[in-house]
C-alpha cells in the first residue's frame, strides 16, 4: 500500500475560523489556531467508504513533540482532497462543522455522536445531511441551531454542583448498600456503575 501523502488545507482552516466566528456558542469548545485540516492528496475515497472527514485529537508523545516546539495544532482534520474540490462552500462548512463537534473542552476528549451523527445538525438538515443539494450556507446565512441541542459535554464545575436528586439518589444507595450488608446479602452492583462509565469515555482514536 502506499503512504499516503498530505498537504494543508488552509481554505479549510479560514472557513473553520469564520465558523468559530459565525457561531460561538455552538462551537464554543473550538480554538481555530489548534485545529489542522490536511487533505490526502494522492489517494481517493472508495466508493464503499462514507466518512467524508475524521476528526482525532492530538495526545501522548504526539502532543508533546508539538508542545516542545510551540505548535498549537491539538486537533487534526483529515478529508481528501479529491473530495473537497468537488464539494460546493456549503458542503465543505457542514462537513467541518461537524468535525469540529467533537472537539472537546479538554484538551485530547472528544465529544461523541449523539445520534449517528450530531441531533444539533440533523435538527436543521435532516438525516440527509451532507448529500443534500439545498444545504444552507453557513456563513452567508444565519441558521439558528437549537441550544439545547449542543452535544453534552460534561463540565468539571458541573461536577462540583450535585443537584439534589443525586444528593437523594446517593443517600438512597448508601442506605441500601447498608441495609444489605446488614442482612449479609451482597452489596448492590449498580452502586459503580457511574464511574466506570466515565472511564469509558476516556480513550479515543479517529472520529468521523
Ligand atoms: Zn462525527
Known amino acids: 500500500m502506499t503512504e499516503k501523502v498530505y498537504s494543508r488545507v488552509t481554505e479549510a482552516e479560514d472557513m473553520i475560523k469564520a465558523l468559530c466566528e459565525k457561531y460561538p456558542k455552538v462551537l464554543w469548545t473550538v480554538r481555530p489556531q489548534m485545529v489542522a485540516v490536511y487533505g490526502i492528496e494522492n489517494k481517493e475515497r472508495s466508493e464503499s467508504n462514507s466518512v467524508l472527514a475524521k476528526i482525532k485529537p492530538i495526545k501522548g508523545i504526539e502532543k508533546t513533540i508539538m508542545q516542545d516546539n510551540n505548535i498549537s495544532i491539538r486537533w487534526i482534520i483529515d478529508l481528501f482532497w479529491s ?94 448498600k447498608a441495609v444489605a450488608e446488614i442482612m449479609g446479602e451482597d452489596a448492590p452492583e449498580e452502586t459503580k456503575d457511574k464511574e466506570e462509565k466515565e472511564e469509558d469515555k476516556g480513550e479515543e482514536g479517529d472520529l468521523f
Request: no cysteine; aromatic share 8%.
Open 83 to 176: 473530495d473537497w474540490r468537488e464539494w460546493n462552500e456549503a458542503k465543505r462548512q457542514w462537513v467541518l462543522f461537524h468535525e469540529l463537534l467533537h472537539i472537546h473542552s479538554e484538551v485530547g476528549k472528544s465529544v461523541k455522536h449523539d445520534l449517528e451523527t450530531f441531533r444539533i445538525i440533523v435538527d436543521k438538515i435532516g438525516v440527509l445531511e451532507y448529500n443534500s443539494e439545498n444545504l444552507p450556507n453557513l456563513l452567508l446565512t444565519n441558521v439558528e441551531f437549537n441550544m439545547d441541542l449542543r452535544p453534552k459535554i460534561e463540565e468539571e464545575e458541573e461536577k462540583d454542583e450535585i443537584s439534589e436528586e443525586e444528593v437523594e439518589e446517593k443517600k438512597k444507595k448508601r442506605m441500601k
